[in-house]
């Protein structure tokens, strides 16, 4: 039977014949290494979501719906690249969303910002 060592230290391995690990921080370490590129990229967009997402509920405030220039959300740093999801109501018109606040954009640089009764139903 060949030695099997562990896959992040390179210890000889000992015990379960599926082993793959010496120990939870070498597995732990392993998997850390092999995803941090993912895990910084995806960090990066969740920060860009959840300021996007905080900028329309500011900018909302206490109404249910608000018509501003597409100009004055980016000064507040909304980027319109980064949304969760779409919304198309039965107009056609499709909205932004990032969780459960969203933008129409509208003609003239504007856009409603509304909030999300279930995707406007």
Do not use: W
Not at 60 to 84: C, D, N, V
């Amino acid at each position: 039977m060949p030695a099997r060592n562990c896959r992040h230290c390179g210890e000889p391995l000992q015990g379960r014949a599926d082993k793959k690990f010496c120990d939870d921080q070498c597995r732990s370490s392993f998997n850390n290494k092999a995803n941090a590129d993912v895990s910084g990229q995806m960090r990066n967009i969740n920060r860009i979501l959840r300021k996007n997402r905080r900028v329309l509920e500011q900018a909302l405030g206490p109404r249910i719906t608000r018509r501003l220039p597409m100009a004055r959300l980016s000064e507040m740093g909304f980027s319109q690249k980064y949304h969760t999801h779409t919304f198309q109501n039965k107009e056609g018109q499709v909205y932004l969303f990032s969780y459960e606040y969203g933008i129409l954009p509208l003609k003239g640089d504007m856009a409603m910002v509304v909030k999300s009764k279930r995707e406007l139903e």
